[in-house]
């Protein structure tokens, strides 16, 4: 089904809806006009209602605990404070985990925005054999959902002696098949007659790709790059089965713990206690990433629409 | 010779050293594609096989696997608890799916719109909770539902409703996962809708305005015709992540109360919790064949109104 649809024009999109809105000024006001009101009442209680529970929990976070639970609704500026955030920090190793995190992301990120593009440059450019069977298998693989490798992924780690281990968070997925069959198709848009020109001066093979490739395609490595940082970031399924240790969970998988002490497993810690330090643990989480997608939203909406064929 | 605009298979190399050229050139891509084939073969075709075998036995992780044949096979598809979970997954479908289509291909057509005023601000706005982490929102939704100390029954209570317990009944339950699964990925769903929509010639709509064909009218004579591949492929995306929805039942619900959130891949999780290796493997498979199933009715669908 990776074929149905071509997930390239977005640069398109964000470009005009940038301009769009003071661009196309106001002809047809009068007949358009109840229909905007319309769509913009039916578009605001949407927006309201996509953004509430984030600005709710990290606005929540700086009321005393006891506020959260007591009154929900209720924001008193003047009594906010920054306990909530000292607790959490205190109670939950979540600057270990911003740190595991971190570690994974500049490795696996590295890996994977080397090594894809570099394959997919010689599926695209390059004729040998077995190309077709490596790559068939390539799309094949794009079609399993990632939960049936789990179990022998796990095992496979035990076997190698590498549970709670970087290399078991960094190394299986690091060079994605997805990420391979999107650079390929923005390689091969590349034309034939760059690359030979560059070969008629005596560049070499990797040559053309570090001096020629790489820098014509930029624009497809940032998406790729957001799409990979997000990818990362948010990951947790895997981590979890394989990083449960306090020393090596990941940020999301700190955070799933504070969930599991709401339940009440952890001994001695009142219910609005937990819930402060968890929304507390959590708007740290989501702050990183909005900060890094308002600042490159036309990349991230590059890269979220190109990884919607993974399927 | 050196000033022909080259084809790929003349490329004179004019400087130096044929013959070494023409053998790097035919060892490069191999040498391009040597790393990923290694990470490919030890971290997803190895692990790959490793399952298949693995479900035609009872092995717990430990000991000596035994050969069960088709056994773990027949045991699901007569397990009501397998059952169980591809309904519950089903029921989240339904409670998912249309609405989050429908709602999504009226946002799109908004926002594509040139006229509407703070489209940008929109469009960030229903992307922001695709790009927040799911265990954190999920965690934020833990709270929001509470029955008794949560912002939902507070704000309903306004309006003098009663409490309700979304977390804790099991026929709350499922609505309270699908609005936190609309929530975190209808914004996408539009992001892939406004491409599709991007495609269509603005000036069919002129030509219906001229008409005299109304809005709504054009809505559903150009649109939705002409959008109906983007909406399968979006169908199908979401298909697939609603049987594999694993994460979110996880924080949100540990699949319950009484099994009643007990998704698909909860349900396989839950044998990799029991150290059920072999029946969680058979379960992988079972699943994998449901979902390209799904996918290929709808390509066919796809196809046969073409």
């Given at each position: 089904m990776s074929a149905t649809i071509t997930p390239t024009p977005p640069d398109e999109l964000v470009e005009r809806a940038d301009t769009g809105s003071e661009g196309?000024?106001?002809?047809r006001r009068g007949r358009g006009a109840g229909l905007h009101i319309g769509s913009h009442a039916f578009l605001g209680v949407l927006l309201v209602a996509f953004l509430a529970p984030v600005v709710w929990a990290v606005l929540s976070a700086f009321k005393p605990a006891n506020d959260i639970i007591r009154s929900p609704l209720a924001f008193d500026v003047g009594a906010f404070t920054l306990d909530n955030y000292i607790s959490m920090f205190e109670d939950v190793p979540i600057a270990h985990g911003f740190l595991n995190t971190g570690i994974v992301l500049v490795f696996k990120g590295a890996i994977t925005l080397f090594f894809a593009p570099l394959a997919a440059y010689a599926f695209a450019k390059y004729s040998f054999p077995g190309k077709n069977l490596i790559f068939g298998t390539v799309l094949l693989t794009?079609?399993?959902?990632?939960?049936?490798l789990i179990i022998p992924l796990l095992l496979e780690m035990k076997t190698l002696g590498w549970v709670n281990t970087y290399q078991a968070l960094i190394l299986p997925g690091s060079v994605d098949a997805f990420a391979i069959f999107w650079m390929r198709q923005v390689i091969a848009a590349v034309p034939d007659e760059l690359l030979d020109a560059a070969r008629m001066d005596g560049c070499g093979e990797f040559g053309i790709f570090w001096r020629v490739i790489v820098p014509v395609i930029r624009p497809g490595l940032a998406g790729l790059a957001v799409l990979t940082i997000m990818n990362i970031y948010n990951d947790f399924v895997w981590p979890v089965v394989i990083a449960s240790s306090e020393r090596m969970a990941t940020l999301q998988v700190v955070l799933s713990t504070l969930a599991q002490n709401i339940?009440?497993?952890?001994?001695?810690?009142d219910y609005a206690t937990v819930t402060g330090e968890l929304l507390a643990a959590s708007s740290v989480a989501l702050i990183p990433l909005l900060v890094l997608f308002i600042v490159l939203q036309r990349h991230f909406i590059n890269g979220i629409l190109a990884g919607s064929v993974k399927g | 010779m050196t000033a022909l605009p080259a084809t790929r298979s003349a490329?004179?190399?004019?400087?130096?050293r044929w013959g070494s050229t023409g053998i790097r050139r035919r060892l490069a891509p191999y040498v391009f594609v040597l790393p990923f084939v290694a990470v490919f073969l030890a971290f997803s075709v190895y692990p790959l096989i490793f399952t298949a075998r693995l479900s035609f036995t009872n092995w717990r992780g430990t000991g000596a696997a035994e050969w069960v044949g088709w056994g773990n096979y027949t045991y699901l598809l007569t397990s009501p608890g397998f059952w169980q979970s591809l309904g519950n997954s089903a029921v989240l479908w339904l409670l998912i799916v249309p609405i989050q289509l429908a709602v999504g291909v009226v946002i799109a057509v908004l926002l594509n719109s040139a006229k509407l005023r703070m489209r940008g601000v929109y469009r960030v706005a229903f992307i922001v909770p695709f790009v927040t982490p799911l265990v954190a929102v999920a965690q934020i939704w833990v709270v929001l539902f509470d029955?008794?100390?949560g912002a939902v029954n507070a704000f309903l209570g306004l309006f003098g409703l009663p409490d309700i317990g979304w977390l804790t009944t099991s026929e709350w339950a499922k609505p309270t996962l699908a609005l936190l699964f609309l929530w975190k990925t209808t914004g996408f769903i539009v992001i892939i809708l406004l491409s599709g929509l991007q495609s269509i010639d603005g000036n069919l709509y002129e030509a219906a305005a001229l008409d005299g064909a109304s809005r709504t009218r054009q809505l559903w004579s150009i649109t939705v015709p002409l959008l109906r591949r983007t909406i399968l492929f979006a169908v199908v995306l979401q298909t697939l992540a609603v049987f594999q929805m694993f994460a979110e039942p996880f924080v949100?619900?540990?699949?319950?109360?009484?099994?009643?959130?007990?998704t698909a891949g909860y349900y396989l999780y839950n044998h990799i919790t029991r150290a059920d290796l072999g029946t969680g493997a058979a379960n992988s498979f079972l699943l994998v064949i449901l979902v390209m199933a799904l996918s290929l009715l709808f390509v066919r669908l796809l196809r046969a109104k073409d």
């Open positions: 196309e000024p106001r002809r794009l079609m399993l959902p990632t939960i049936v339940t009440g497993n952890r001994i001695g810690a | 490329v004179p190399a004019p400087r130096r029955q008794k100390y949100v619900t540990q699949g319950g109360p009484y099994n009643s959130t007990t």
